[in-house]
């Protein structure tokens, strides 16, 4: 698959202004990105300014901490995809998850895949809080439910991707996808991660990778 195909060009920045998602825009139908990757109160412009381009607009829930309930994820996945959303980005609750609550876990996961309504949904596990033997049952478990991808990171924890953590998702989620996110500033990070297994790249970066230059964080 093409570079470009491979990248959700991000910005979730709080401050972010129109100027901001402007130039997203215009960089990721120039060079035609996979999707950008934006907060909700942007998506109805995005998927205004996108529609006649093959760029796909995803958006995050329970963004950055995962410690919504899941009413909430539910009702903003539902609003998100009624604004134009073409792909949702989830942060798994976190504290559920070292509580050992899986039921819990797997249940909100699959609320917001039902939802979504065959949206494509990613999990985000953020990765920075978890060992490996965490990431490698993360993994198991999004691999039981209706979503299609695991994700690294948000991009606002204490870490971003690695490609280690990579390639134990891939090894464990029962066939899905695997997003890389967080950190991924170059050329060189994205084929790391590629290699490792993600077939999905989170970067606010995606115009210095695309140049082989280096880029910043989100």
Not at 12 to 38: H, Q
Not at 107 to 124: P, Y
Request: aromatic residues 6%; hydrophobic residues 40%.
């Amino acid at each position: 698959m093409k570079v470009n195909k491979l990248i959700d060009h991000t910005y979730l920045k709080a401050f972010g202004t129109k100027k901001d998602i402007d130039k997203l825009l215009d960089e990721a139908k120039e060079y035609k990105f996979k999707s950008v990757c934006i907060n909700p109160t942007h998506v109805v412009y995005a998927h205004e300014a996108l529609i006649e381009s093959d760029v796909l607009v995803c958006t995050v829930i329970g963004f950055p901490l995962g410690a919504n309930t899941i009413e909430t994820k539910v009702f903003e996945t539902l609003n998100a995809v009624k604004n134009g959303a073409d792909e949702i980005d989830m942060v798994m609750n976190i504290g559920k998850f070292k509580d050992k609550d899986y039921d819990y876990i797997e249940k909100e996961i699959n609320e917001v895949c039902r939802a979504a309504g065959g949206k494509l949904v990613k999990v985000i596990v953020e990765i920075c809080y978890l060992n490996d033997d965490e990431i490698k049952k993360i993994s198991e478990i999004v691999g039981k439910t209706n979503a299609d991808f695991i994700k690294t990171s948000t991009g606002f924890g204490t870490g971003g991707a690695t490609p280690e953590a990579v390639e134990i998702m891939k090894d464990n989620v029962n066939g899905k996808e695997v997003k890389a996110a967080g950190g991924v500033r170059s050329k060189e990070d994205l084929e790391a991660m590629v290699e490792a297994g993600a077939s999905r790249i989170g970067a606010s970066s995606g115009v210095q990778i695309m140049n082989d230059q280096e880029g910043s964080d989100y």
